[in-house]
């Protein structure tokens, strides 16, 4: 029996085993170029040290150059201006740190406002993923936000003397002040991730706990760990041609980055071909060539997929029934999910009644939302972000009155006035009289005919004689 071409499907299982790992949590914090005062991670980043160890991360200065440093088994890069106070990074370094990311790390860039020298020091850094750093400065918060992970449940963040940033593709704008400036811009590049903030001190021990800049900042870190994007696989139809000379399957592994389940031509990493036999030779009673099949089923997690995925199975049909039997598998290999990340915060809604008042003049109903930043299942007054007030209408009056004869009504009637009671007192005033209608009495009817005359009565008493 004739057997078809189908090694190189394992070269899906090849590409997903050497992806970066999801679950990687090493951080190195260049200081090569020169620390500005006791800006490390010993000194005025030593909370937001505590908070990432805290968090299952290892933080670790580097200084011999990221250029030869190895990198293998880092998971995110720091470039900050407080650490290139001396040197500007090279042409090595920049191509290094690019590197590092396409192949999946995440970097964080640290600029600072238009007075600091030192941001041109990490401009070429910035500049290779289309940022530039400190045209401004700013003393706003960021309370501005455009939807995206590291802003998810971040109200305010509070800034020190910021630079404004420019961003262009694939960097997006994600958190401004209140003038309009971009201080926070992040993006996927490759398949790793980059997040610029024009801001060094917005995360030193004296700012870290103010406003949401905790939460902002582990939030950078847990989306820049995590992976671009989900590993797919999609099935589709081959006609018959160059690829496929009796046509087949065609089969792309792609980086689903825009999360909409479709293999889009800028995410497919990998493409095969999976391709019918040949029709048999034309004869008398000659048979048909055999079919290629191949099924895609949910992998529950264990041992083939930690996180469970889908197992793909390929074979030849070799009894035509157009089902790919278990007896003629000749290939499996399996997409697994990655590690699965930390829940997200929950948003909470009260409603409460409204007394009559300044919110709602005739009482209502308040309505609070926010988010459950403590999990505790309860909106605390802390955590309480937008109020609304649902009022309750004010009420429609009408009153009936007596209309004399006249130009409304030519034979008198009634007055039907009606209005809302714009002052709540129960009464109608004249100038809360929004309609008026008339209800008029009909003209008087014909006089009829004249009845039948009665019978004569009984004669009189006769009068006294006289």
């Given at each position: 029996m004739q057997r078809f071409a189908i090694g190189s499907i394992f070269a899906i299982g090849l590409l997903i085993l050497t992806s970066r790992p999801a679950s990687a949590e090493t951080v190195y914090w260049d200081v090569t170029h020169g620390t500005y005062l006791n800006f490390d991670i010993a000194g005025n980043y030593s909370a937001l040290t505590g908070q990432l160890t805290g968090a299952g991360y290892t933080v670790t200065e580097t200084s011999v150059g990221l250029d030869v440093e190895d990198l293998s088994s880092v998971d995110i890069i720091v470039v900050a201006v407080s650490n290139a106070w001396d040197s500007a990074y090279n042409a090595a370094e920049v191509a290094a740190i690019q590197s590092f990311v396409a192949g999946g790390g995440g970097l964080l860039i640290l600029c600072d406002e238009i007075a600091i020298g030192a941001n041109a020091n990490v401009q070429p850094v910035a500049t290779a993923f289309g940022v530039i750093c400190g045209l401004d400065s700013s003393n706003n918060s960021q309370t501005v936000w455009t939807a995206h992970p590291i802003a998810s449940?971040?109200?305010?963040?509070?800034?020190?003397?910021?630079?404004?940033?420019?961003?262009?593709?694939?960097?997006?704008?994600?958190?401004?002040?209140?003038?309009?400036?971009?201080?926070?811009?992040?993006?996927?590049?490759?398949?790793?991730?980059?997040?610029?903030?024009?801001?060094?001190?917005?995360?030193?021990?004296?700012?870290?706990?103010?406003?949401?800049n905790a939460l902002f900042a582990q939030n950078i870190f847990d989306w820049l760990r995590g992976p671009a994007c989900i590993v797919k696989v999609a099935a589709t139809a081959e006609a018959a041609g160059t690829n496929c000379a009796d046509a087949g399957v065609r089969i792309d592994v792609y980086c689903d980055k825009d999360g909409d389940g479709v293999a889009d031509a800028g995410e497919i990493?990998?493409?095969?071909?999976?391709?019918?036999?040949?029709?048999?030779?034309?004869?008398?009673?000659?048979?048909?060539?055999?079919?290629?099949?191949?099924?895609?089923?949910?992998?529950?997690?264990?041992?083939?997929?930690?996180?469970?995925?889908?197992?793909?199975?390929?074979?030849?049909?070799?009894?035509?029934?157009?089902v790919l039997d278990a007896g003629e598998i000749d290939a499996t290999t399996?997409?697994?999910?990655?590690?699965?990340?930390?829940?997200?915060?929950?948003?909470?809604?009260?409603?409460?009644?409204?007394?009559?008042?300044?919110?709602?003049?005739?009482?209502?109903?308040?309505?609070?939302?926010?988010?459950?930043?403590?999990a505790s299942g309860v909106l605390d007054a802390g955590e309480i972000t937008n109020t609304a007030y649902v009022c309750h209408g004010l009420q429609s009056l009408v009153e009936i009155t007596v209309e004399a004869a006249g130009t409304n009504c030519a034979n008198g009637g009634q007055r039907v006035d009606s209005g809302i009671d714009d002052d709540g007192n129960g009464t109608l005033d004249a100038s809360e009289i929004d309609s008026t209608a008339y209800v008029c009495d009909g003209t008087d009817g014909i006089d009829g005919t004249d009845g039948i005359d009665g019978t004569d009565g009984t004669d009189g008493t006769d009068g006294t004689d006289g």
């Open positions: 449940g971040v109200v305010t963040v509070s800034n020190l003397f910021a630079g404004a940033l420019t961003v262009s593709p694939p960097m997006q704008v994600v958190g401004q002040d209140t003038g309009g400036r971009t201080i926070s811009t992040a993006g996927i590049v490759g398949d790793g991730k980059v997040v610029v903030v024009g801001d060094i001190n917005w995360v030193t021990n004296g700012s870290i706990s103010a406003n949401d990493t990998t493409t095969n071909y999976v391709c019918n036999g040949a029709a048999g030779t034309n004869g008398i009673n000659g048979n048909d060539g055999l079919s290629t099949l191949m099924t895609i089923t949910v992998e529950t997690a264990g041992t083939n997929c930690s996180e469970g995925g889908q197992r793909i199975d390929v074979g030849v049909d070799d009894d035509s029934s157009g399996y997409v697994c999910n990655g590690a699965m990340g930390a829940d997200g915060l929950v948003t909470l809604v009260t409603v409460m009644a409204e007394a009559a008042g300044a919110n709602c003049a005739s009482g209502g109903q308040r309505v609070d939302s926010g988010i459950d930043t403590d």
